[in-house]
């Protein structure tokens, strides 16, 4: 390895390439240089574009050098999960039809990235057509949970969080259909970010494609990374602000260091193991320490219906009466530590529960995982901050808080 950055946030990094103390050119092929080792053990990179990202890199270089630097994630190298877009690049979902499928046009998102300054590494292995919440069903191979490879990584974003744990990329842009980020995350202990339904962009997800219209309405374009202050960064480059109409509450840079301490709703009717749960109360009490007010809450994680043309009208009803008391939820991402590989083929695509993450997707809240814990055959597990609509800044100023308080962000795999 030519530098030892592979485990720093894109908020540290960032700042050293700006000060022009270490370079681009340093920081992509000492990602490249482990994506490689790590592929046959991972597997959590489909398509890897390595002279691009050299040619970038170098491009980045000079530009910084010259004073041209666009931002935080100028020269940051990033990964794009295989479900969106990217010209001259086959895109596949992890599906065999789609093995050449080789996209015209990127996706909104992968174009935001791309004037940010960000340095695409190439395309992340997933669940096959994320259908899925293993990420062992690929066309190209199951992915590998860094802590642990005999087990899952999570999905449908499998290969995204192995990849950000592992050290392979600083970040990645992803979907979130049931907790298709968030499982993930805390499947493999990184950050995992979705923000209000239809605040980021999904255009060019697999473009001209046939979409289910029930998934289309649940799909959030979502960003998996170390921490969460770097997902504030990707949601301050991501966000169209004509989405939010005008109702976003605050800008995400300014979300942190607020006066007032939010109120927490603690919520009850969760489904978890009791290992799960202990570390869940445990977060509770580091929130509490820190001077929280806190509430018991039951959650909406039960439909009374599925009913797709009052969906808009669900949302608004129950962002407006959920938090008319509290300012976030506070529950665990999974109900269980993750599974082995072996497990999840004899129990299925879902093996990973969403019990606790979908009714963020149907109510379209804005929420994240992030670290908080480890099982006892010390794998990690994750807590989830949910917010109102268009609540990002406190949802990120909460998880921010937590992260501020303990540890569990920075611990990553032993890998060789």
Not at 191 to 220: C, M, P, Q, R, V
Not at 284 to 300: C, H, K, M, N, Q
Not at 322 to 338: G, K, Y
Request: hydrophobic share 40%; charged share 20%.
């Amino acid at each position: 390895m030519t530098t030892n950055y592979r485990y720093r946030s894109i908020t540290e990094v960032s700042e050293l390439i700006r000060q022009k103390n270490i370079s681009p050119v340093e920081i992509v092929t000492e990602c490249l240089a482990s994506i490689e080792h790590l592929h046959p053990h991972l597997n959590a990179f489909i398509t890897v574009t390595a002279e691009a990202a050299l040619q970038e890199a170098k491009r980045a270089e000079r530009d910084i050098q010259q004073g041209a630097w666009k931002g935080p994630l100028h020269g940051i190298p990033v990964g794009v999960k295989d479900f969106f877009d990217t010209t001259g690049i086959r895109t596949t979902a992890a599906f065999a039809a789609f093995k050449d499928r080789v996209p015209a046009k990127d996706a909104e998102v992968v174009t935001q990235l791309k004037e940010a300054g960000a340095i695409v590494l190439g395309k992340l292995n997933m669940h096959e057509l994320g259908m899925g919440t293993t990420s062992v069903t690929s066309y190209f191979g199951a992915v590998h949970n860094p802590w642990n490879t005999d087990y899952v990584a999570g999905g449908s974003s499998g290969g995204s969080a192995a990849a950000v744990a592992a050290g392979l990329c600083y970040a990645t842009v992803d979907t979130d259909a049931i907790g298709s980020c968030r499982l993930p995350a805390a499947c493999c202990g990184v950050t995992g970010f979705k923000a209000t339904y239809g605040l980021l962009s999904t255009k060019g997800i697999l473009e001209g494609e046939e979409a289910d219209e029930f998934i289309l309405l649940l799909n959030h374009t979502a960003c998996t990374c170390r921490t969460v202050e770097d997902a504030a960064t990707l949601l301050k480059v991501l966000t169209n602000p004509a989405a939010s109409q005008g109702q976003l509450k605050t800008d995400a840079g300014s979300a942190f260091g607020t006066t007032s301490k939010p109120n927490l709703g603690i919520v009850k009717n969760f489904k978890a193991t009791d290992e799960v749960r202990t570390t869940f109360l445990h977060a509770v009490e580091t929130f509490r320490s820190l001077g929280y007010t806190t509430r018991d809450i039951e959650a909406p994680l039960a439909f009374p219906s599925l009913d797709l043309k009052k969906i808009e009208e669900d949302r608004q009803t129950v962002s407006h009466s959920l938090f008319q008391e509290i300012d976030v939820l506070l529950l665990p991402t999974t109900t269980e530590r993750p599974p082995s590989i072996d497990e999840a083929r004899i129990r299925g695509p879902q093996a990973v529960s969403a019990d606790n993450t979908f009714f963020c997707n149907y109510y379209g809240l804005p929420a994240i995982s992030i670290p908080c814990g480890f099982s006892d055959d010390r794998l990690p597990l994750g807590l989830q901050v949910v917010g109102p609509r268009w609540g990002e800044s406190i949802v990120l100023d909460v998880a921010h808080s937590f992260q501020q308080a303990t540890q569990w962000h920075v611990k990553h795999p032993m890998l060789a």
